[in-house]
């Protein structure tokens, strides 16, 4: 049964009229962080509290006993910018405004808005937001 969201590949292994096929999965265009959202929000916190909002990498991986080049911590900082809570300038880390509503709001109204939006900055949260919108949540 051929399904449309696979590709057909030939077995390069195989050659002549009886060419053997496997199916490739197509990949989502809709991508999720490797890490959640507390980890997210715990790497923003830490270079907030350590570098007031501005922190090189290298002190960062430090402070999580890792190394700058660890896929480890290149996948929660990857996270912590997916959900728009830091940004990369240069060698350093920032907080951005989200990050700062969430972690020092100056009001409940700032933290769940900048929550909110945080976590729609992944495109497939924010997809499934939208297909909902309005209606119960599925159980």
């Known amino acids: 049964m051929d399904d449309e969201s696979t590709k057909q590949t030939p077995d390069t292994e195989t050659q002549g009229a009886n060419v053997k096929r496997r199916k490739t999965p197509v990949r989502s265009p809709l991508l999720f962080p490797a890490y959640d959202f507390g980890e997210a929000r715990q790497i923003a916190e830490r270079v907030e509290r350590l570098g007031g909002g501005v922190l090189s990498e290298d002190a960062l991986a430090v402070d999580l006993h890792s190394s700058v080049k660890s896929s480890g911590f290149r996948l929660r900082r990857l996270a912590a910018g997916q959900f728009k809570l830091i940004e990369k300038k240069g060698d ?3 907080t951005t405004h989200l990050a700062k509503g969430i972690i020092k709001p100056v009001s409940d109204a700032e933290r769940e808005n900048s ?4 976590f729609l900055a992944i495109p497939l ?3 499934i937001a939208n297909k909902y919108k309005g209606l119960p949540i599925p159980t």
Not at 115 to 118: L, M
């Open 92 to 94: 350093n880390l920032v």
């Open 115 to 118: 929550i909110r939006e945080s």
């Open 125 to 127: 949260f924010n997809a």
